[in-house]
């Protein structure tokens, strides 16, 4: 079971450190997780080789390593040959570690609870801290939690609302609500809850708002079907939380996404009456009316359309921003291009794409397998669709893929990846010892 406590002879709240290290750029935006995936991953090869070695026969760690080494030579031909390093190319490397941090979270995964219970504590005394309910109430952008600009403070927002509600199902499901912790764990888990939402409006972030609403779907189906009491109470919360939120925000929402909407609607409409994308971008890029912020994307987008569509295979790796240059908005503000799927796209193409498109659906279905197995509750499977599902969505609008926030995202789920995969494995080799 991978919920199960393992022993292990080292502290374990030295783990529960490192874990909430690498799980704290949903709060802080910081590099600091980067130092912990390395600590762990230190830890597997020093205690865990052979659990590493199992890992090691699976298809999609072999497929992880192959695609660093590949990333690796291609950023290094890139520097070495043509003196181009790119921007963040060498981040497309992290698969190497997805499969030791898997082994390392299997060997320590009696610290999930603790490290969450930890994570959600200081998520709400960051928020607490941080809104200023002064520029909240008279409707102006407030800063939550310790991000860089609002945007990121939202998708964190999202990612500590997602956390604190499977973080109290997940109590619940395990038994751990009783005594004083049948009221603490509530009390902390929807005070988390309600100003995560607060600190979502307030950093009026129109594409995590968007996020939300599929989002919340999904969790309304997972815990409907099957129905149980605890289920019952955390859904009627949810949707009582959710629905006072969206009643006490509709005319600030309509003020902030109002002109968005209006100008995405303008753009549909120019696609049908043009010749093509990249003309009815344009048409909307020199109306006056369309909000500057949107202006802004979509001459990245239209720029960065132009490099797809000129190495559309395999991406031009490093020299990307050379082809730039001859795109139809070369003196764009800047070069982070807002979309995280085409921050894959420009540097490696439809093969890049590919390794996404697998990783993405073979993890969804271990994971789906690892719950119908009982070796994860469905609070776990909850967790990691949802939390994927929001962070899949904003990467549509912003390149969060590139932030701190995006990198220890993918750190953290591609190693529930692997330690769900290796707990299925010795649960299937406990079965058949069983039967023999």
């Not at 992290?94 to 030791?100: A, I, M, N, T, V």
């Not at 006490?248 to 994308?277: C, I, N």
């Not at 498109?357 to 509750?377: M, Q």
Request: aromatic share 12%.
């Amino acid at each position: 079971m991978l919920i199960v406590p393992a022993a292990d002879r080292f502290q374990p709240w030295l783990f529960t450190l490192l874990w909430a290290v690498m799980a704290s750029a949903m709060l802080v935006e910081t590099d600091a997780y980067r130092y912990a995936a390395l600590a762990l991953v230190c830890f597997t090869l020093i205690r865990c080789r052979r659990d590493l070695r199992l890992v090691a026969a699976d298809w999609l760690a072999l497929l992880c390593w192959l695609w660093a080494a590949y990333a690796l030579i291609r950023f290094l031909v890139g520097v070495l040959v043509y003196d181009e390093s790119g921007t963040s190319e060498w981040l497309y490397v992290f698969p190497l570690l997805f499969p030791g941090l898997g082994v390392a979270l299997y060997r320590t995964r009696g610290r999930i609870f603790p490290t969450a219970s930890l994570l959600v504590a200081l998520g709400l005394a960051g928020l607490l801290m941080t809104i200023d309910w002064g520029s909240f109430a008279r409707g102006e952008r407030v800063f939550p939690l310790f991000h860089n600009n609002p945007i990121h403070a939202a998708i964190g927002c999202g990612m500590l609302l997602i956390t604190s509600i499977c973080w109290m199902l997940h109590a619940r499901e395990s038994g751990r609500c009783f005594g004083w912790k049948a009221l603490v764990i509530p009390a902390t888990g929807w005070a988390a809850v309600v100003l995560s939402l607060l600190g979502i409006l307030g950093a009026q972030s129109k594409g995590v708002w968007l996020a939300l609403l599929p989002v919340g779907a999904l969790m309304v189906l997972f815990l409907l079907f099957p129905l149980s009491r605890s289920r019952l109470v955390i859904l009627v919360m949810t949707a009582i939380v959710a629905g006072a939120a969206a009643f006490a925000a509709k005319d600030q929402v309509l003020v902030v996404a109002g002109p968005t909407v209006e100008a995405t609607g303008w753009l549909s409409e120019r696609m049908l009456a043009h010749d093509g994308l990249l003309e009815a971008m344009d048409s909307t890029i020199k109306d006056p009316e369309t909000p500057a912020s949107m202006r802004d994307r979509l001459k990245l987008w239209a720029n960065s359309l132009h490099v797809v569509w000129s190495a559309p295979w395999v991406g031009w790796g490093n020299l990307w921003q050379r082809e730039w240059l001859q795109g139809p908005y070369p003196d764009v503000a800047h070069r982070l291009l807002h979309n995280g799927y085409l921050e894959i796209l420009v540097r490696h193409g439809a093969l890049g794409a590919l390794m996404l498109g697998t990783f993405v659906v073979v993890s969804a279905r271990r994971i789906y397998r690892a719950k119908t197995t009982g070796v994860i509750p469905v609070s776990v499977m909850l967790y990691l669709y949802s939390l994927s599902l929001f962070f899949f969505i904003t990467i549509a609008s912003n390149s969060n893929n590139r932030l701190a926030i995006g990198e220890s995202f993918f750190l953290l789920a591609a190693a529930a990846v692997f330690a769900i995969s290796l707990a299925i494995r010795k649960s299937a080799e406990t079965a058949a010892g069983a039967v023999a």
